[in-house]
Nanobody, 121 residues
Framework: QVQLVESGGGLVQPGGSLRLSCAAS????????MGWYRQAPGNQREMVAA???????NYADAVKGRFTISRDNAKNTVYLQMNSLKPDDTAVYYC???????????????WGQGTQVTVSP
């Protein structure tokens, strides 16, 4: 089994910063793309940022220039540095990872449990 454990959410004022972390553990042969998604009440889940195992980054237009994704391949951990936060960034943030569990297995998507980020005065 594979587990993704997130940390770092919380309450922050507009203009503030937060750093999210997500560590993948368990039966892992290789981790490919890792990313962050978010879902606000009444909205669909949307991609925020993603990073390949080679370090290529992709961002949603709404967060470009404010959020930075990074990863530590040795630790199977992905980070999301969020700066200049806005009330519209309020959502539950989910970590995602594409994982190959064995050298002969397929690649499957795994999700974390989600962490709440609230941006409010």
């Amino acid at each position: 089994q594979v587990q993704l454990v997130e940390s770092g959410g919380g309450l922050v004022q507009p203009g503030g910063s937060l750093r999210l972390s997500c560590a993948a553990s368990g039966s892992i042969f290789r981790v490919y793309t890792m990313g962050w998604y978010r879902q606000a009440p009444g909205n669909q889940r949307e991609m925020v940022a993603a990073i390949t195992s080679g370090g290529l980054e992709n961002y949603a237009d709404a967060v470009k220039g404010r959020f930075t994704i990074s990863r530590d391949n040795a630790k199977n951990t992905v980070y999301l540095q969020m700066n200049s936060l806005k009330p519209d960034d309020t959502a539950v943030y989910y970590c995602n990872a594409e994982v190959m569990r064995t050298s002969r297995g397929g690649v499957y998507d795994y999700w974390g449990q989600g962490t709440q980020v609230t941006v409010s005065p």
